[in-house]
């Protein structure tokens, strides 16, 4: 295995395995499944059954090939799960107690893609990636082609619904077939793979859904970089067409997109924490990246940051666990807005019929510790209903902070390691964004002389993950090398909306001088 991922350059990021889909090959596939199944096998009770799925970019389905190809070879039935939602094929595994595999790049573009593992009781762990990467496997080379493809690809099989079926009714489940009654919920398909499913299940909860704006073609919508066009998309579908919300993913339909009336689109961070209120979650894990509304809402009573990534959620939700109170809640969020639920909720509702007659129900919603997109949208807008309000009001009652982020394409991530050890090394955070961060004096000099340059200072650094530093201007300023593709990323956070703009513009000005 680790042969293969040094001959590809495809290994593992912050969300399974990526890399270019030229680098992709079958035969990097077919090992790569070939050795979590044999780590499977070691590490874990299950039947020789692997369930699989995938998204709707183009390289998908020969992918999913292959897959299908290592389970037959490792003599393991294979059920295919069809294109659906990342937490679908992840809940599917869970309730079945088998491992699945995902096909998906998420958000990255159409010449990427990646495949994302899940053991029988959820997403893997750094730990089963080392167990993963550590596997031996032996296959007859001849079954490969010169390119590293499979000279007789097998069939897809028969498409299992079950999956689906399961997560669709997840939700009314849950919160009920009335939860959105009388609300109006605008649908951004774009070529998320869960485009359909959204409507579904938003129908099923008793909204009124507005498709739109449907491709053939895959688009790579990233909820933590939302391009212009869909800024103005959104904007100009709220204008044109009444909703009360407007709900898209990403890619695999795993990362949420929420806007409110006027096709303003949310921060996942900020959704995050909107979703974990209205949910009564009482701990939360969450990167150290995310926005800190979260400590100033004194709306939770354990908070825990962590790594970037899922798989370090994860772990900082288990550490949230508590053992001998079940009732306690524990959930997470990442800035991309993917929402997992460590614990099962148990909530009660009143339910009237048309006469007026009051039924008290108590219902439960199932842990799901991976990233799931419906979950916060649909928490947040049934907080909406019940309480007669709008998107705007919720976002009113958080603290004034401001988060944004933006990164540089097709840098190595290598050269940004490097630069990162030096700003370290160094102490330039100063020197590189004091001025930036810095809130000017107000007050000339008596002689009349130009002001000499005015530097914030650095009240505090984070190395949790990147360089994030804190000025004494309570501005934010976090480098990071992206964990899934050759990019740099830049957050940025401040008491302004304006700020916080103008911070991240500069910011991204001298990023792109280190090229």
Known sequence: MQEVMKQSGVAFGTSGARGLVTAMTDRVCYVYARSFIRYCETSY??????????????????ILKALVKAGEDSSWKVVYCGRIPSPAIAL???DKALPTIMVTGSHIPADRNGIKFNHPQGEITKADEQGIVSQSVDFDESIFDSKGMLKNAP?????????????????????????LSGLTIGVYQHSAVGRDIVVKVLESLGATVKPFARSE??????????????????????????????????????RPLLADDVGMWLRGD????????????????????????????????????????????????ESLVDSADKSVSVAGYEANGG????????????????HGNETRATR?????????????????????????????????????????????KEFPTDISKAKLAEIREQKLGKKFFGSLTAKPSRFKPKDGSTPAPFHGEIFSIDETDGYRMEFDSGDIVHLRPSGNAPEFRCYVETDDKARSAELLAGCMKIMEGWR
Not at 51 to 57: N, S, V
Not at 162 to 177: D, I
Not at 372 to 397: F, G, H, N, T
């Open 364 to 408: 439960t919603l199932k842990a799901l510790p991976t990233r799931d997109a419906l979950l916060p949208m649909l928490a947040v807008m049934v907080r909406v209903r019940e309480e007669r309000m709008c998107v705007v009001d919720l976002l009113k009652k958080l603290p004034k902070r401001f988060t944004l982020s933006d990164r540089l």
């Open 45 to 62: 009770k299950c039947e020789h059954t692997i369930a699989i799925a995938g998204d709707l970019r183009p390289s998908t389905e020969r």
């Open 92 to 94: 599917y595994g869970i």
């Open 339 to 354: 929402f997992l639920l460590q614990t099962d909720l148990t909530r009660e509702f009143v339910e009237r019929d048309c």
């Open 270 to 317: 900020v959704l995050g924490i909107l979703a974990a209120q209205a949910l009564h979650i009482k701990r939360i894990a969450t990167p150290v990246s995310c926005n800190t509304s979260l400590e100033k809402s004194n709306s939770f009573e354990k908070i825990c940051r962590t790594r970037i990534g899922s798989p370090y959620v994860i772990a900082g939700m």
């Open 155 to 179: 069939a897809l099989p028969t498409v299992e619904a079950e999956a689906e079926e399961n997560y669709v009714k997840r939700y009314p489940e849950f919160f009920g077939s009335k939860a």
């Open 217 to 254: 073609t895959f688009i790579p919508v990233d909820t933590e970089a939302i391009r212009k066009e869909d800024e103005e998309l959104a904007r100009d579908f709220a204008h044109k067409d009444f909703v009360d919300a407007i709900f898209s993913t990403d890619g695999d339909s795993d």
